[in-house]
């Protein structure tokens, strides 16, 4: 019987409608910069879900933010974007040589012809960093920094409001949680990193801010932070190496591999996998071909078994 009622109980949860939060939890936090608290209500989730997340908020809504300077880790997850590399490694070392952060900076190639898988990669990177540093920022190779605070924080960090694709600056949706964060050693632990599941393209950071939201966390913005995004061609439209196609094959496979993912994620948000068991703390199907070290840069390289 119990087995019955929950498959009933998860068939229930995977046909609920999911909808905005609307209303956000009072968050009381001392005034630190230009920080503010990411605001949950577009964020869209099931009413138990919602419930849920709105009450661990409730619990802890009172927050201490602590800026200041200790050793960095910052990770790049990497394939085939050496023109992007060139102009961001410079860029970026002068950006924390200017603000006295004592960093190594981890760029985590993907060497093999499997699609990419962004958020494995960034797992293995940390798995590999320095035991002494105590953060991590997880960089897009193809973002310059701009007003971006690299020191660190007790609390994970979007370290951005604004992205120039082409123009103009433009402010960015607080819940889309990718391309430069900033997230301390501890929590990053204790929410098990990355899910290992997501290939290609889409939902890795969507889930990587549950993971923060399911563990008690409330994740910062920076509000002046700008990054100018490099040209690139759109994830969906890329083959395994990182170059446009129009190959039907690989767009198909593409498409499809972005579907897998967004079931993947309704899954985690419906409350019906759990975030234990997908994440740092099993990383697996890996083997690193070489590494390398030159000027505070260890590269390494990263095969996964398929």
Not at 99 to 127: C, S, T
Not at 284 to 302: A, L, M
Request: charged share 30%.
């Amino acid at each position: 019987m119990n087995n019955f009622m929950k498959k009933i109980k998860q068939l229930v949860l995977m046909i609920l409608p999911s909808s905005k939060v609307g209303d956000d939890v009072n968050i009381q936090y001392n005034q630190c910069g230009t920080l503010q608290p990411i605001s949950i209500k577009e964020l869209s989730l099931t009413l138990p879900m919602k419930k849920k997340v709105l009450n661990i908020r409730k619990k802890n809504a009172k927050i201490d933010i602590l800026r200041e300077n200790k050793k960095l880790t910052l990770i790049i997850p990497y394939r085939n974007r050496k023109e992007h590399l060139e102009k961001f490694l410079p860029f970026i070392q002068n950006v924390l040589i200017e603000q006295n952060i004592d960093y190594e900076i981890i760029i985590a190639e993907q060497d093999d012809k499997h699609f990419f898988n962004r958020a494995k990669l960034m797992n293995v990177a940390a798995l590999h960093a320095d035991k002494e540093s105590d953060y991590f920022i997880f960089h897009d190779v193809d973002a310059l920094p701009h007003n971006v605070d690299y020191r660190y924080c007790n609390q994970t960090v979007k370290t951005f409001n604004y992205i120039k694709r082409e123009k103009e600056y433009e402010e960015y949706p607080q819940t889309v949680f990718g391309g430069v964060t900033l997230v301390p050693k501890n929590i990053f632990y204790d929410i098990n990193g990355f899910s290992n599941n997501y290939w290609q393209w889409g939902k890795e950071d969507d889930d990587f801010l549950l993971r923060h939201l399911l563990k008690g966390y409330i994740p910062f913005f920076d509000t002046v932070g700008k990054l100018d995004m490099l040209p690139h061609p759109r994830a969906l439209m890329a083959d395994n190496e990182g170059n446009e196609t129009k190959d039907k094959k690989i767009l198909q496979k593409n498409k499809q591999l972005s579907n897998q993912n967004k079931k993947i994620f309704s899954r985690f948000k419906r409350g019906l996998t759990s975030q234990e068991n997908d994440g740092i703390n099993n990383v697996k199907d890996y083997v690193i071909t070489s590494t390398t070290f030159k000027d505070r840069i260890k590269t390494i390289k990263v095969q996964f078994k398929i």
